[in-house]
C-alpha cells in the first residue's frame, strides 16, 4: 500500500485537493435554479472536483517511477 501511494502521490494529492475544490465551489458559488448539471449537486461536483484535480496533477508525476 504505501508503495502505491509513493509511486502515485502526486495524483492521489490532486485528488484530494480536487474534491475539496469542487465541494467548495458547489458552496461558494454553486446553481441557484437547480439547472446546472455538475454544480446543482454537492456530489456531482466533487466528483468533478475530483477528476480534474487527479488529471492535473497527474501531469507533475515524475517518469521515472514509469521505469521501477
Excluded: H, W
Amino acid at each position: 500500500m504505501m508503495r502505491f501511494a509513493g509511486k502515485y502521490r502526486m495524483t492521489l494529492i490532486g485528488i484530494a485537493l480536487g474534491a475539496i475544490g469542487g465541494y467548495l465551489y458547489y458552496y461558494f458559488v454553486g446553481c441557484a435554479s437547480g439547472t446546472c448539471a455538475i454544480t446543482s449537486n454537492p456530489v456531482n461536483s466533487t466528483l468533478y472536483g475530483t477528476f480534474v484535480g487527479g488529471f492535473l496533477f497527474n501531469m507533475f508525476d515524475s517518469k521515472e517511477s514509469e521505469k521501477q
